[in-house]
């Protein structure tokens, strides 16, 4: 039912055209040469007609042909008495040997582009195998089109799924991933390493071409950068560009992600953002930029209003052009607060850290969670740079608290169990972070604008501190306390 073009069945050894069986041919001139394949072809006799054959039922007749290059070749006897052999697509010729063999015949075939149009051609008018694609989950419309194999397009997507997933080139060298390529079509080649590698950088070309054409007609682009450093103490730079469709929809594109040198000054991070701007053409589109609140970001943000402000590029001479991270502020507020505990969160830090270096210790721990029918969740390690980590890592250990106790009785090197005053304090402040959990995630979206919700939530923010700086709790207090004073700070 399948068909496919002839370049797909190139080098592949379940092509039809590429099948030993369809070559009825023997080989000359050093080569081994097959008798069953073998014509003997009688030139003088070819040259006679069937009637005269008939006339002379003891004459030798002329041995039926029987491989399929003639159905592709034409023979003409000439005055001389040899045969001239024509190609019927491209009409090259050749004068048949005495031998009969049609080696040369079956080679040209293989290579001749006109057969290979032909044949494309009618592979295209057979029936073909549908292919059903569903176009989106959500309204069910299925769209069905003929199949055929592609491999330029299997490249393609090959290297995308590289780059989206981060897998290493060397995965489409690996034997079972190409045993299943070939159990889906016996048309697919093994894609080396290194021509994935050229494939990934040419649809990185090929998208940064897309992207800078749609960034040609925008007039407006919000910025928002941030530094960070990763497990191999390497600092990075990542800028991303927010803007609106000509349909109206809000885009968001990472645009840079470069490596930055120290030292981090204001200076050195102002070049690199302008380096990035007119790389891509934008440096006259800049509407606003929006950095966390380090000291360095100041002198940056600075330096690129004054140059923006030469060329009368900013909307309101500038005010709104620096835009503070009011997700990084809410990290502030509650970092400072999170210091009235440190004590009791290092201690369940710590005892996660503890379960988390054995194998066999988690197993332990998961047996008594399933005899005490606690919470099916697992525990949470966090990243000190993180509130909400913090946050979600001692909401875990809340729900299994009687299991850190029950541990505590079978592993008597496990010293990392609070108090029960501990636990009753790590309740109340998860309780109250919980709010400051929801407003993070909600003005940190990048699929929706954040500008027209931001303020009411920062309102919602005062009002819970108000209410629980009056709290009965004592740390409570303190934490509302401290965080009251940096929120009225910013």
């Known amino acids: 039912m399948s068909s496919s073009p002839y370049n797909s069945h190139q080098g592949s050894s379940t092509s039809p055209i590429m099948d030993p069986s369809n070559e009825d041919v023997i080989l000359v001139g050093g080569e081994e040469e097959d008798d069953e394949m073998h014509e003997d072809v009688d030139i003088e006799i070819l040259a006679e007609n069937k009637e005269t054959n008939e006339a002379k039922p003891f004459q030798k007749k002329s041995r039926t042909l029987k491989s399929k290059v003639w159905s592709d070749m034409d023979r003409e006897p000439q005055t001389d008495g040899s045969i001239k052999v024509t190609c019927k697509h491209c009409k090259e010729v050749w004068k048949m040997n005495a031998s009969g063999t049609t080696t040369t015949y079956t080679r040209h075939l293989k290579n001749c582009l006109q057969k290979k149009l032909v044949d494309e051609g009618n592979k295209r008018m057979q029936q073909q195998v549908l292919s059903f694609t569903t176009e989106t989950p959500s309204d069910g419309m299925t769209s069905i089109t003929n199949f055929r194999y592609d491999h330029a397009k299997v490249r393609e997507l090959a290297s995308h799924m590289v780059l989206a997933h981060e897998y290493p080139f060397a995965m489409l060298d690996h034997e079972i991933?190409?045993?299943?390529m070939k159990a889906v079509s016996p048309y697919y080649i093994k894609?080396?390493?290194?021509?994935?590698?050229?494939?990934c950088i040419s649809t990185y070309e090929l998208e940064k071409k897309k992207l800078m054409s749609l960034l040609k007609g925008v007039s407006k682009i919000s910025i928002t950068t941030d530094l960070w450093k990763s497990n191999q103490k390497i600092q990075y730079m990542v800028v991303t560009g927010h803007f609106i469709d000509?349909?109206?929809?809000?885009?968001?594109?990472?645009?840079n992600f470069c490596n930055v040198p120290s030292p981090h000054t204001g200076v050195i991070i102002a070049d690199a953002l302008n380096k990035c701007f007119n790389e891509w053409g934008i440096e006259n589109k800049i509407c606003s930029i929006t950095v966390d609140n380090a000291s360095y970001n100041d002198v940056c943000v600075r330096r690129l209003k004054d140059d923006f402000l030469?060329?009368?590029?900013?909307?309101?001479?500038?005010?709104?052009?620096h835009v503070r991270c009011c997700a990084h502020i809410l990290n502030l507020l509650v970092q400072d607060g999170l210091s009235q505990i440190g004590e009791v969160i290092d201690t369940v830090r710590e005892g996660i850290k503890?379960?988390?270096?054995s194998e066999s210790r988690l197993i332990e721990f998961s047996k008594i969670k399933k005899q005490l029918r606690s919470s099916p969740r697992k525990l949470i390690l966090d990243c000190l740079t993180r509130w909400n980590g913090t946050y979600l890592m001692l909401a875990s250990a809340v729900e299994f608290k009687d299991v850190f106790w029950r541990y505590a009785d079978i592993d008597l090197g496990f010293h990392y169990v609070p108090s029960e005053y501990d636990w009753m304090r790590v309740e109340e402040v998860c309780?109250?972070?919980?709010?400051?959990?929801?407003?993070?995630?909600?003005?940190?979206?990048?699929e929706y604008s954040t500008a027209n919700i931001f303020l009411p939530e920062l309102y919602r923010i005062k009002e819970l501190l108000n209410e629980k700086s009056v709290n009965p709790s004592s740390h409570i207090r303190a934490m509302a306390a401290s965080m009251a004073?940096?929120?009225?700070k910013y």
Do not use: A, C, P
């Not at 894609?191 to 494939?199: A, F, L, P, Y």
């Not at 004073?485 to 009225?488: A, R």
């Open 177 to 180: 991933f190409n045993k299943f």
């Open 191 to 199: 894609i080396s390493r290194q021509t994935v590698k050229k494939d």
């Open 246 to 255: 000509f349909n109206w929809v809000l885009q968001k594109r990472v645009l």
């Open 310 to 321: 030469l060329r009368k590029q900013l909307n309101v001479g500038g005010k709104y052009f």
């Open 354 to 357: 503890y379960l988390n270096y």
């Open 431 to 446: 309780q109250f972070l919980g709010i400051f959990h929801e407003i993070t995630n909600m003005i940190s979206g990048s």
């Open 485 to 488: 004073s940096k929120f009225d």
